[in-house]
């Protein structure tokens, strides 16, 4: 048990430096504009990161958990994991260099696990009974690599998830180029840009409506005296409603563009500043919180494991229960680890993170408002969409690909490539540098452990 607080509180540690570490993903282009001051700018990201509590659900959390096989580990393989994933951050963060939290834990997991498969089976085969049947496992099969969607749903494992070390920067370039040019046409004097947006509205809102869940099929309506309150306030619905809002809001703006004069324009352009970086805070905590619940999660199961001990017997808040889709089982998460995770990131992001602000807000491109708004939009849809398909995708790439995008529309010079290769390197080192570390910490804990 004592080990499993440990790797609680670990985590949660590990939450708060990833707030930090973070910060300047939502807040470097609302400072670089001078929307808001760098203490405004943090407590508003806090603010949002701490609101996506309500928002969203736990898909990410149970992609992350499900990292490694829980019953073929124990818990120094998640404690390995965690401590690797906070000094690699740490690391990137005093070298100013924004890394990936996310890829940072996973590879810290996976690392771990697979030290733990070498340690316990060397390279050999093992046999493992499962549900009542002899399966043959090789020592790499510890780490959930690839599983295919259900009902042709979207795959899971590690290799998805490093596909989006490419996937996700590349749709952050591609929807803040694409939001760019839609911006840049709406502010000449031309109807077929309104037509454009006009018709982007009606199947923006066809699309959302077709996503909302109805009250019929909410499973624990909050309120069960009035239909509609309930469907608002389904936090399925609520993340769609806000990619609406988010969407009709720059389409009114696009209405309208061609009429502003320049500073005009840029006034309101700040002014949607406020709303796209406070999107982009609400993704970001929704991601990245989850990830940390996921270990959380990963912990008690495998401590449930190892110690044989009945799960009714637990104490109530370290009832965890991981859903099985396969096996039909809804996943159980006492309220107080969302709550814990999002106020971790929610404080992390309050304590800043100035060495990665500047990196992130003039170094790889000259960021205006009318940029600001389209990085952030774009790195925020992006974000909503992968949470929603369950893929823990990377923040910091994310963002850093939107601001990309929005650099290339100026021309392909005014990104500064040197920088952006520098951290393209990062990237890809994050996960093998965090898994080898997790596997030497892994087994240095096991001589004292």
């Known amino acids: 048990m004592t080990l499993l607080l440990i790797i609680i509180v670990l985590a949660l540690i590990f939450d708060y430096i990833n707030g930090f570490h973070d910060a300047a993903n939502a807040i470097a282009t609302v400072v670089a504009t001078k929307v808001l001051s760098p203490f405004q700018a943090v407590l508003w990201a806090a603010f949002f990161n701490f609101l996506a509590y309500w928002v969203f659900g736990l898909g990410v959390a149970n992609t992350v958990a499900k990292t490694a096989d829980a019953s073929q580990i124990d818990l120094v393989v998640i404690l390995a994991g965690v401590v690797a994933a906070i000094i690699w951050n740490l690391i990137t963060w005093w070298q100013g260099i924004p890394s990936s939290s996310s890829h940072t834990l996973i590879g810290g997991f996976a690392g771990a696990a697979i030290a733990h498969a070498i340690t316990v089976h060397g390279f050999s085969d093992y046999t493992i009974l499962q549900d009542g049947v002899q399966h043959t496992k090789h020592w790499y099969d510890i780490v959930s690599w690839y599983k295919a969607g259900k009902d042709g749903g979207m795959p899971t494992g590690v290799i998805i998830i490093i596909a989006f070390i490419v996937l996700a920067p590349l749709l952050g370039v591609i929807m803040s180029y694409l939001i760019s040019i839609w911006l840049l046409n709406a ?38 005296n009035s239909v509609f309150w309930s469907v608002v306030f389904e936090s399925h619905n609520i993340k769609w409603f806000l990619v609406a809002f988010i969407i009709l809001s720059i389409s009114t703006f696009a209405l309208v563009f061609s009429s502003l004069n320049l500073n005009r324009a840029d006034a309101v352009l700040k002014k949607m500043q406020l709303l796209s970086s406070a999107a982009f805070s609400l993704g970001h905590g929704g991601n990245d919180s989850q990830k940390v619940m996921g270990i959380i999660a ?29 096996k039909g089982i809804k996943g159980v998460m006492p309220e107080w680890i969302p709550l814990a995770c999002y106020t971790a990131i929610a404080v992390g992001t309050l304590s800043g993170g100035w060495k990665i602000v500047k990196t992130m807000g003039s170094k790889i491109t000259k960021v205006t408002s009318f ?79």
Request: glycine residues 4%; without cysteine.
């Open 298 to 326: 990963a912990a008690v199961a495998v401590y449930i494991k190892t110690s044989g001990v009945d799960i009714l017997n637990l104490p109530h808040w370290l009832q965890v229960i991981l859903p099985d889709d396969d």
């Open 371 to 449: 940029e600001g708004v389209a990085a952030e939009t774009a790195g925020a849809l992006t974000l909503y969409f992968t949470e929603h398909f369950k893929v823990p995708v990377s923040t910091t790439h994310t963002i850093t690909g939107s601001i990309i995008g929005v650099g290339l529309t100026k021309r392909i010079s005014a990104v500064r490539w040197g920088v952006t290769v520098s951290l393209l390197w990062a990237w890809v080192l994050t996960i093998p540098v965090s898994a080898l570390l997790a596997s030497i910490v892994y087994w240095i804990l096991k001589i004292f452990l």
């Open 187 to 224: 502010s000449r004097k031309s109807i077929v840009p309104k037509l454009f947006t006009i018709a982007l509205m009606i199947l923006s809102i066809w699309f959302v409506y077709s996503q909302i869940v109805p009250f019929e099929k909410i499973e624990k309506p909050r309120f069960e």
